[in-house]
């Protein structure tokens, strides 16, 4: 099996990485290994994925304008090209251009001061190992007369 680029290692920091849902067929629904072939970039345009070596493919949703600038960019070899979109396959060098265009989804960037503020929020609906025992509101404790 030969080697492909580590999508997650590699651009992690900048976009969200997932897997494909082969993945989750073959592995189960709570998988945790770490198989970089099934990695995607998920993209507003489609996806960028693993083609090996040093290669990485992008797809398209569609054949519109998005796939005729991709199959425009020089480095970038067409692999399928069908009515429903097309797929081409690039050198990793050109990711940002295929970026560019496809517009990969970025991951969440949280500084330390807003995840204070969301840590301070949470606190009230934080579960206690024992809850003192209330009344719902409005209502008294029912008492037999007679």
Same mark, same amino acid.
């Given at each position: ?67 005729? /600038? ?35 989804? /970025? /991951? ?11 840590? /301070? ?26």
């Amino acid at each position: 099996m030969s080697d492909c680029i580590h999508l997650r290692e590699r651009f992690g920091d900048r976009y969200k990485v997932r897997y494909e849902e082969s993945y989750y067929a073959e592995r189960g629904p709570h998988a945790r290994g770490d198989d970089p072939w099934l990695q995607i970039i998920p993209c507003r345009r489609g996806h960028i994925f693993p083609h090996g070596g040093e290669l990485l493919a992008a797809s398209t949703d569609a054949a519109g304008p998005a796939a005729k /600038r991709l199959k425009a960019l020089p480095g970038v070899k067409v692999h399928q090209d069908g009515s429903d979109g097309v797929t081409v396959l690039f050198p990793v060098e050109r990711f940002d251009q295929v970026a560019d265009i496809m517009h990969p989804r /970025r /991951r969440r960037i949280v500084s330390e001061k807003e995840r204070a503020r969301l840590k /301070r929020m949470g606190k009230a609906y934080l579960f206690t190992k024992d809850p003192a025992p209330q009344e719902p509101p409005g209502q008294r404790p029912c008492v037999h007369e007679g």
